[in-house]
């Protein structure tokens, strides 16, 4: 992989630089970190292009096993939590008043969390390393979404792109039916898993072997030391703190789920007839090669691989061409899918030529 491949994943670390940077220049800047994503990173994503490369088969199993990768995310994870502790006391300095100063901040940490901490978070959880997996959780503690780990792993691979799946977004279902559906059905079904795992030990599901209880309480226990801590150093209650902490959580999984409504939509696995689904492929996710958003989200945009080989390592996913093609990175797709109309006129035809492939492959075998 070349040096500048390898130095591009950095990138990711310039996204919590600007949310500080825009908190001390005061007022509307607060938004800096908003209009760089949603602004500036598509026009650059446009201008650069696609990266199809793929690394060799030989090559993959030499890059996949490099440290530096993994220390990227490892670094990322003790970021990410000493961001969150500058949050925090960044807003019960009383220094943000205005309601624009509140939106731009707190839409900034949202991004920083959940844009690329839950993405890292995402890669982690996927790994057999026990290190690997709680900093995985770690991460998801900061943004009250630790039920993901059970859901996307144990639920979501397993159901992708089937009715089963609340987290596949439906033909026509705009996003925000898609959101109280996957937030409120995801986490329902985390405690169905989880329940079952403890069923067949032999564990009852109120016990605290039971992680969703423990997923339920450690950010509150989290939120609850940053107020008090912050609160006795200050000498009045931090109000801020927990105002703060559960809105950029809101922000940072109200990104997942606008990020898992782009990678699904309306793509639907074969049932056939025992049924049960046909094997998950490279067809069955929604693809962006798009060369600088992959730097930022550490290539979960080549989705398409990921889900056909789930344990593979972030640097090493391939592109297909046979998967269907996102016209834009997700950057410029989730503004897109916050406006239904424009989203159906663009993706809907997309969905159909994806259909026709599938239909004409099937009949050709």
């Known amino acids: 992989m070349s040096f500048f491949k390898k130095i591009g994943f950095f990138t990711a670390f310039i996204l919590p630089a600007l949310v500080i940077a825009g908190y001390y220049l005061d007022g509307w800047w607060n938004f800096i970190s908003v ?52 949050a925090a006391v960044a807003i019960s300095n009383s220094k943000i008043t205005t309601w624009y100063e509140w939106m731009g901040f707190i839409l900034s940490v949202g991004l920083v969390t959940g844009g690329i901490g839950i993405t890292v978070a995402h890669e982690l959880g996927h790994k057999k390393s026990p290190l690997e997996r709680f900093y995985s959780k770690l991460l998801l503690m900061t943004v009250c979404y630790m039920h993901f780990y059970i859901e996307h792993n144990r639920g979501h691979h397993v159901n992708v792109a089937t009715p089963e799946d609340p987290a596949t977004a439906k033909r026509n279902e705009n996003v925000y039916a898609f959101w109280f559906r996957s937030v409120c059905i995801g986490y329902a079904h985390a405690w169905k898993l989880e329940a079952e795992r403890l069923t067949r030990k032999g564990i009852g599901t109120w016990s605290y072997h039971n992680q969703m209880i423990w997923f339920a309480i450690l950010p509150l226990l989290f939120c609850g030391a940053l107020t008090f801590g912050l609160s006795a150093w200050k000498g009045y209650f931090a109000w801020q703190v927990p105002v703060f902490f559960f809105t950029q959580s809101l922000v940072a999984f109200t990104l997942l789920e606008l990020v898992n409504y782009i990678e699904h939509y309306g793509i639907v696995r074969k049932q056939l007839k025992n049924g049960s689904y046909e094997r998950v492929n490279p067809l069955h996710s929604w693809n962006a090669s798009h060369l600088i958003s992959n ?43 916050m406006l239904p109309p424009v989203w159906f006129n663009l993706m809907n035809p997309l969905l159909a030529d994806w259909e026709y492939k599938v239909y004409r492959n099937a009949v050709a075998a």
């Open 35 to 86: 209009a760089f994503v949603f602004l500036l990173l598509p026009v650059v994503d446009y201008l650069v292009g696609l990266d199809t490369q793929n690394v060799t088969e030989t090559e993959s199993k030499i890059i996949g096993e490099e440290f530096y990768y993994r220390f990227i995310t490892y670094i990322w994870t003790f970021v990410q939590l000493t961001f969150i502790l500058w």
């Open 295 to 337: 730097f930022f989200l550490f290539q979960l945009q080549r989705h398409s691989d990921h889900h056909a080989n789930a344990i593979k390592r972030y640097q090493v996913l391939n592109h297909f061409d046979e998967s269907p093609q996102l016209p834009f990175g997700y950057p410029t797709m989730i503004v897109i899918a």
